[in-house]
């Protein structure tokens, strides 16, 4: 890392001038500026694939620019290594957590910068440091319990509290809000704001716009790439700041009509599993009673860690059932394996796009024929079809706005929402009889969101069933028919949109209100 003299000046947080960073193919961000206030909360907006993770990823050392300068605190720098952005002060909250859950909470935290004398880790110094840290911000966890006994609100202090650990009073957060109840968000705002009160920075990167703008003291906005410029909340409405993202007038909301069906596309009766763990069992879902007619939306609220993962894989055949049966267009597929289930028409979005929905280091093309192997058109004999792959991935990319310069390039060099329009395009592309949709938009711009939006609606209209897992309640109560809450492996309530509002599920899905699911 080389630094120079410092300004004369009173100097910003973070002022980055000028920034180009490019990838194979691909010019990520062209002569970038930011200007970060100290002691203030920054937001960074932007469609997906207008580079503002990759400038974050930058500031933070995991990528060095082709040209352009970056200050800290008036100094200029050059981070070769995140470890060099932290030795001055800059910690990040990545979007996917990076948290090892087999560890406690403590540990999670100290790991890698263990307070140690000759060699011995000194446990009761590192706790001391850690439940000072977390007192200061409000967190309440506990240092000893494991990582995977926490919800992911609770994790994500568990990040904040690691960033503070290391010294970090400039605090990068990309999408912190993503899979939080709307009381979560309430918890981590405050958290950001006693932060900001004792000296630190927060530069946070969302898409959610009513969020950035609460709590955003200035807003930047990039696109393809570029700034566009920088605001103040008072200063913009949610519609124009849309705008400035996409650089176009935003579509009109689509009013609700729905036509649901009599058919029943998919049936959850009394639908059961436990896992066996050390001298134990214990029901990850428990009774569960779904039923998804032809044409209709039902969405799943819960905090995650509740059961919805599980019932999602009980559903697919990857978690056998101990009780219940799983009925697809009236036939009962409880004890069909997941091939059948897919062939006979299940469609899946996965909760996680790293982990179960994409091979980051293939292309695209080989993505796009995940769970599709078997179709004809990808095979000659007992070969694949690599043109006819191809083809097919480049109709995907273009029906849903893939953001890409071929079917060839990596999936890990492609946003997280071009990411995700990418498995969204795969699984509607096979025109499934249900699909059962975990986070269709999580990570993805306003726009983006709309387009997907249309989508789910256009393939309901057509006759499919989905099942809607969400953390955005926003997204539940915009698209679903129904909507049933899931708290501690059971379903506690079953809500219209008309009587669903955020707040109302967010005491429903932390289970501080209950009632009858019947």
């Known amino acids: 890392m080389t630094t120079a003299e410092p300004n004369t000046e009173q100097p910003y947080a973070v002022e980055l001038e000028g920034i180009e960073k490019r990838f194979p193919g691909v010019i990520a ?23 503002k993770s990759t400038l974050m990823n930058t500031l933070y050392g995991m990528h060095q620019p082709e040209a352009g300068t970056i200050h800290v605190n008036g100094q200029q720098v050059h981070f070769k290594s995140p470890a060099e952005a932290i030795a001055v002060g800059i910690g990040m909250v990545h979007q996917h957590f990076m948290l090892a859950d087999n560890l406690t909470v403590l540990e999670n935290v100290i790991l890698g910068a263990e307070p140690a004398r000759r060699g011995v880790i000194r446990h009761a110094e590192g706790t001391a440091k850690v439940a000072a840290l977390a007192k200061q911000i409000g967190a309440h966890v506990d240092l000893d319990a494991p990582l995977s006994a926490l919800g992911v609100g609770q994790r994500q202090r568990v990040e904040i509290l690691k960033v503070l650990y290391r010294g970090a ?26 932060l900001v009160a004792g000296g630190a920075t927060v530069i946070f990167i969302s898409h959610k716009l ?44 689509i009013p609700r009509v729905t036509k649901i069906g009599a058919a029943v596309r998919l049936e959850v009766n009394g639908a059961s ?36 993962f599980e019932l999602c894989e009980g559903i697919l055949g990857l ?6 049966t799983i009925v697809l267009d009236g036939n ?41 192997e078997s179709q004809p058109k990808f095979n000659i004999g007992p070969l ?36 995700q329009k990418l498995i969204v395009g795969r699984e509607l592309v096979n025109n499934p009889s249900v699909l059962i949709a975990a986070h269709p938009t999580r990570g993805v711009d306003i726009g ?48 219209t949109p008309a009587q669903a509002t955020p707040e109302l599920l967010g005491l429903y899905m932390t289970g501080t209100r209950q009632e009858a699911a019947a």
């Open 319 to 324: 978690m056998p059932l101990t009780a219940g």
């Open 169 to 194: 009073n400039i605090l990068i957060l990309d999408e912190p809000t993503a899979v939080l109840v709307p009381q979560e968000v309430d918890e981590l705002f405050e958290t950001l704001k006693v």
């Open 332 to 372: 009962d597929v409880t004890h069909e394996t997941v091939r059948h289930r897919k062939d006979a028409g299940i469609g899946y979005i996965p909760f996680d796009r790293h982990r179960e929905a994409l091979m980051l280091s293939s292309p695209l093309w080989e993505n796009t024929m995940l769970g599709r």
């Open 273 to 308: 599993a436990k896992v066996v763990g050390p001298g134990s069992q214990k029901y990850v879902f428990q009774d569960i009673d779904i039923d998804v007619h032809e044409g209709e939306i039902v969405g799943v609220a819960g905090v995650e860690g509740n059961g919805q």
């Open 448 to 495: 983006a969101q709309n387009a997907i939006w249309a989508r789910l609606r256009t393939a309901r209209d057509a006759g499919m069933g989905v099942l809607l897992l969400s953390a955005d309640l926003e997204e539940l109560i915009a698209l679903s028919d129904v909507i049933v809450v899931m708290f501690d492996g059971m379903i506690t309530a079953r809500l």
């Open 210 to 253: 009513d969020e950035v703008l609460a709590v955003s003291d200035e807003i930047t906005v990039i696109r393809q790439g570029t700034t566009v410029g920088t605001v103040t909340p008072d200063s913009i409405t949610r519609s124009r700041l849309g705008e400035m993202m996409v650089g176009s007038e935003l579509p009109k909301p």
């Open 384 to 419: 694949i079809n690599v043109r006819g792959s191809q083809a097919d991935c480049r109709e995907i990319i273009h029906d849903f706005d893939v953001r890409t310069p071929g079917e060839d390039v990596p999936a890990f060099a492609l946003s997280g929402g071009n990411q």
């Open 29 to 51: 961000n062209h002569d970038v500026s930011l200007k970060v206030r100290k002691g203030t909360i920054h937001a960074i907006v932007g469609e997906n694939g207008a580079g």
